[in-house]
Nanobody, 114 residues
Framework: QVQLVESGGGLVQAGGSLRLSCAVS????????MGWYRQAPGKQRELVTT???????NYADSVKGRFTISRDNAKNTVYLQMNSLKPEDTAVYYC????????WGQGTQVTVSS
């Protein structure tokens, strides 16, 4: 059974940093792109960033220059380094991995206090 296990969320003051990790466990063939979505209370889930298995990245305008996605293909793990955090970054962050289907992590809470 494939699982995506997230870690690294928490409470941080505005201007601070957090690093999220998402490790894929179980038998999975041919992971393609991976990435992160987030969902704030009362809002729709939004795409934050993606990374292909070749390392090409895309970011939402709201996080460009502050967030960095990376991956370790040998470990089937994707990371999200979040710097200069703002209160509006507060949300549950979900990682995903594309294979023959899309797998999702369970979500990790990120709370940025002002």
């Amino acid at each position: 059974q494939v699982q995506l296990v997230e870690s690294g969320g928490g409470l941080v003051q505005a201007g601070g940093s957090l690093r999220l990790s998402c490790a894929v466990s179980g038998s999975i063939f041919g992971i393609g792109s991976m990435g992160w979505y987030r969902q704030a209370p009362g809002k729709q889930r939004e795409l934050v960033t993606t990374i292909t298995n070749g390392g090409s990245t895309n970011y939402a305008d709201s996080v460009k220059g502050r967030f960095t996605i990376s991956r370790d293909n040998a470990k089937n793990t994707v990371y999200l380094q979040m710097n200069s955090l703002k209160p509006e970054d507060t949300a549950v962050y979900y990682c995903y991995a594309n294979s023959w289907t899309r797998y999702w992590g369970q979500g990790t809470q990120v709370t940025v206090s002002s």
